[in-house]
């Protein structure tokens, strides 16, 4: 079935650096990739989308990359601030569905 | 800017009652979604609701589960007799098209 591989679990980087979460997908129908944002106790919240038809997508610091021949697509987030902390998750969806397969997500801790 | 509000925000409830989820889509959202979160664990789909009919389901939203959208406003998840796997956090999104909105969730208890 479909399924979303997210790595790593968790990343640690120091105030500044840039921060780098892949996920792999297993349908080749998938063609919208959304990553979410989760606060503690708060619900996702989408902070960047690409679709298939582009290859990257930029906005401020983030900006998404998409390999669909590999299946492979990546968050990058650049000078990274201790706000950005949070547990980031990417997710694929076919087109005609609306259906959210999500990656397991990972914990970003970025230290001041 | 407008938001996707959930209540309430936990509930604790016995094994085999029935509770219900409510939510309040955006206003100008045409889709609508249940998905849940057991702890430390990722989201998972439950079922995607449009034109007052459910589109899609996963394996999860047994007979246990109906969705309802009572009125022009809310939109409710019920589980008919609960279950201690049931406990997790249930969030409510919408959306107008491939672009989903999430709310902060209803984290559930069953005991």
């Known amino acids: 079935g479909e399924n979303v591989e997210q790595h790593p679990s968790t990343l640690s980087v120091q105030e500044g650096d840039s921060a780098v979460i892949k996920c792999t997908y297993s349908d080749s129908a998938s063609n919208y990739f959304p990553w979410y944002k989760q606060e503690l106790g708060k619900g996702p919240q989408l902070i960047i989308d690409?679709?298939?038809?582009?290859g990257e997508k930029k906005d401020q610091r983030i900006a998404v990359t998409l390999n669909k021949t590999a299946k492979h697509f990546s968050l990058h987030i650049t000078e990274t601030q201790p706000e950005d902390s949070a547990v980031y998750f990417c997710?694929?969806?076919?087109?005609?569905?609306?259906?959210?397969?999500f990656g397991t997500g990972t914990r970003l801790k970025v230290l001041a | 800017e407008p938001e996707v509000t959930q209540t309430p925000s936990h509930q604790v409830t016995q094994m085999g009652q029935e509770v219900i989820l409510r939510c309040v889509p955006i206003s100008n959202h045409l889709y609508f979604y249940w998905y849940r979160q057991i702890l430390g664990q990722k989201v998972e789909f439950l079922v995607s609701f449009y034109n007052n009919e459910i589109s899609e389901k996963s394996e999860i939203f047994d007979d246990q589960f109906s969705v309802e959208r009572p009125d022009g406003s809310n939109f409710t998840l019920k589980i008919r007799s609960t279950k201690l796997e049931d406990s997790a956090m249930y969030f409510c999104?919408?959306?107008?098209?491939?672009?989903?909105?999430f709310g902060p969730g209803t984290r559930l208890t069953v005991t």
């Open positions: 997710a694929a969806s076919i087109m005609g569905t609306y259906k959210y397969i």
């Open positions: 999104a919408s959306s107008k098209g491939y672009e989903q909105y």
């Open positions: 690409i679709r298939s038809n582009v």
